[in-house]
């Protein structure tokens, strides 16, 4: 595959997984993740140097697939308080960057904005951030096998990240 084909398929993964995040349709974006998933979000400190304010071994979150499964459940019996009503998102997935490729994994960095609205809020929240991530390609297409988010705000705004991002 050559580099414009590339980039092509990921954005459309990508475009596909906002929107079905965005949709609601957790049992389809799950079908979409690698056994072996890695999902998390390490801790910042705005008072560190750039390159050190990572916190090591401190998560915002921390899942496997195993652990979305049961997030997932839980949204869907309407009793995860996180998220219960439901949020009301719209993802934008942009500044796609193929970091390279081997052994049919992918290394991409992208920025994500989501918008978030819930229950009868006057107002959303908004969340940034960059997106590490790594794709496998398989019979059945591209399939997430770990994604490290860097949220851009340290102190967050939003009530809880009850989201995936």
């Given at each position: 595959?050559?580099?414009?084909?590339?980039?092509?398929?990921?954005?459309?993964?990508?475009?596909?997984?906002?929107?079905l995040l965005d949709e609601g349709r957790f049992d389809d974006w799950y079908?979409?993740?690698?056994?072996?998933?890695?999902?998390?979000?390490?801790?910042?400190?705005?008072?560190?140097?750039?390159?050190?304010?990572?916190?090591?071994?401190?998560?915002?979150?921390?899942?496997?697939?195993?652990?979305?499964?049961?997030?997932?459940?839980?949204?869907?019996?309407?009793?995860?308080?996180?998220?219960?009503?439901?949020?009301?998102?719209?993802?934008?997935?942009?500044?796609?960057?193929?970091?390279?490729?081997?052994?049919?994994?992918?290394?991409?960095?992208?920025?994500?904005?989501?918008?978030?609205?819930?229950?009868?809020?006057?107002?959303?929240?908004?969340?940034?951030?960059?997106?590490?991530?790594?794709?496998?390609?398989?019979?059945?297409?591209?399939?997430?096998?770990?994604?490290?988010?860097?949220?851009?705000?340290?102190?967050?705004?939003?009530?809880?990240?009850?989201?995936?991002?």
């Amino acid at each position: 595959m050559d580099a414009v084909q590339l980039r092509e398929t990921v954005t459309q993964f990508f475009a596909f997984e906002a929107m079905l995040l965005d949709e609601g349709r957790f049992d389809d974006w799950y079908s979409l993740l690698d056994d072996a998933l890695v999902y998390e979000a390490p801790l910042r400190l705005a008072t560190n140097k750039r390159a050190d304010e990572m916190v090591a071994g401190a998560y915002r979150f921390a899942d496997d697939k195993k652990i979305i499964r049961t997030r997932i459940d839980r949204i869907q019996t309407g009793n995860a308080s996180a998220e219960s009503p439901p949020s009301r998102t719209v993802r934008s997935v942009s500044s796609i960057y193929i970091l390279g490729e081997r052994d049919g994994v992918v290394a991409v960095s992208s920025t994500i904005i989501v918008y978030r609205q819930r229950a009868n809020d006057p107002s959303g929240d908004t969340i940034h951030a960059r997106r590490n991530d790594r794709l496998k390609f398989t019979p059945d297409g591209l399939r997430l096998c770990a994604r490290t988010v860097i949220l851009a705000e340290v102190s967050l705004s939003t009530p809880n990240l009850g989201i995936f991002l």
